[in-house]
């Protein structure tokens, strides 16, 4: 029996205003037969793009009904976020279409070289370079930071000594926003940005560029390998950087065999339980995987979780070159002085 209930957004477009009685039925799921048969489970995503069954809401007469299974309800959180997306997307879409999207392309920000900046942070400090993120809240952790001013924040990480910045544009459950990684581009920092946004389709990538981003994010979990494939090579074509998200041995497997893949990061946090663990970075990088990346020489991101100078120390043991954090930083009243203590060290000069 489903028991959780539907987020509101999917009823958004089907709710009827002359409604005066709503029944909520759950149905007996079916055991997995026809969601499967529905859903993208090519490369063993489980993640589905959007609702397999329909609509939700069916009105009869004066009744509506809210028919809840296992094609309509989203499975995990992760699930939930990129069915929002897609919603979210297409109204977006009809807004700015691509040809509109086009035109400001012209006068974007010019591309800056977010791996570049993070071999150089390497070599000069002797440490993974720093991708401090720009994070207001998260579904797993609520608000991390109520006085959130994005600039400010920016320019503390930049002179803190990161790298790169990671800001987070997603609105409903990091109240983020593409607001946010504009400003920061617009007030002059340096540091190339990374656009944190849930990528499901290439109009994102063009929304993304017209904004001032450097590179982006892809989640191996929840993109199928031509779609990888796919945006790189739009990634290529405007000169950004694509960091490709993997989580276990099997999307690991699978982006190790994507030729043209900038960054691999390892996320240390299950996206589908929030379970955090950063020995899975050391996990994911020992054995033949650890081989393959050191002889293509790709940057290794250790991803989330990180608190310590033991921690980043113990994921460069493992073999990163680059970490990416927000909590610990983003909750220090100085996240500049915060990138300091989470070093044991000043990696500013
Ligand atoms: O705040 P943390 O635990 O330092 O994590 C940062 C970053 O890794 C995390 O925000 C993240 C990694 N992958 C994501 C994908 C979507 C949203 C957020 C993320």
Not at 156 to 179: H, I, M, P, R, W
Not at 260 to 282: A, C, H, M, P, Q
Not at 303 to 313: H, Q, R, V
């Amino acid at each position: 029996m489903v028991t959780r209930s539907i987020p509101e957004y999917l009823f958004e477009n089907t709710r009827r205003n002359n409604i005066s009685i709503k029944c909520v039925l759950s149905q007996e799921s079916d055991g997995g037969a026809s969601s499967s048969s529905s859903s993208v489970d090519n490369q063993g995503i489980k993640i589905r793009r959007r609702p397999t069954s329909g609509p939700p809401s069916h009105a009869v007469g004066p009744f509506e009904f809210r028919l809840q299974n296992d094609g309509n309800t989203p499975r995990n959180i992760l699930e939930e976020i990129i069915w929002n997306k897609d919603v979210e997307i297409t109204q977006l879409k009809e807004k700015k279409p691509l040809y509109s999207l086009k035109k400001a392309l012209d006068s974007a920000p010019p591309v800056r070289d977010f791996v570049g900046a993070l071999r150089s942070a390497y070599l000069r400090t002797g440490a993974p370079a720093l991708i401090a993120e720009v994070k207001k809240a998260s579904p797993s952790r609520g608000v991390l930071r109520e006085d959130f001013h994005p600039v400010n924040i920016a320019q503390a990480y930049e002179n803190g000594g990161a790298a790169c910045l990671s800001v987070l544009t997603d609105e409903k459950y990091f109240q983020g926003s593409f607001e946010n990684l504009a400003a920061i581009r617009r007030s002059g920092i340096k540091c190339p940005l990374l656009c944190k946004e849930f990528i499901i389709d290439a109009w994102q990538i063009y929304y993304a560029r017209t904004k001032g981003a450097d590179a982006f994010l892809l989640i191996a979990s929840v993109l199928p390998d031509a779609d990888i494939n796919y945006m790189s090579k739009i990634a290529k074509k405007f000169g950004l950087s694509t960091l490709v998200e993997v989580h276990n041995e099997s999307e690991m497997d699978r982006v190790l065999r994507i030729d043209g893949i900038d960054l691999t990061g390892i996320n240390n946090r299950n996206l589908e339980t929030f379970e955090v663990d950063i020995s899975n970075t050391k996990k994911l990088l020992e054995g033949k995987h650890g081989e393959i990346i050191r002889q293509k020489d790709t940057i290794v991101v250790g991803e989330s979780g990180l608190f310590t100078p033991d921690d980043i120390a113990y994921v460069q043991e493992a073999g990163v070159k680059a970490v990416l954090v927000g909590e610990s930083l983003v909750k220090q009243s100085d996240p500049g002085r915060g990138i300091a203590d989470l070093y044991g060290r000043n990696i500013s000069s």
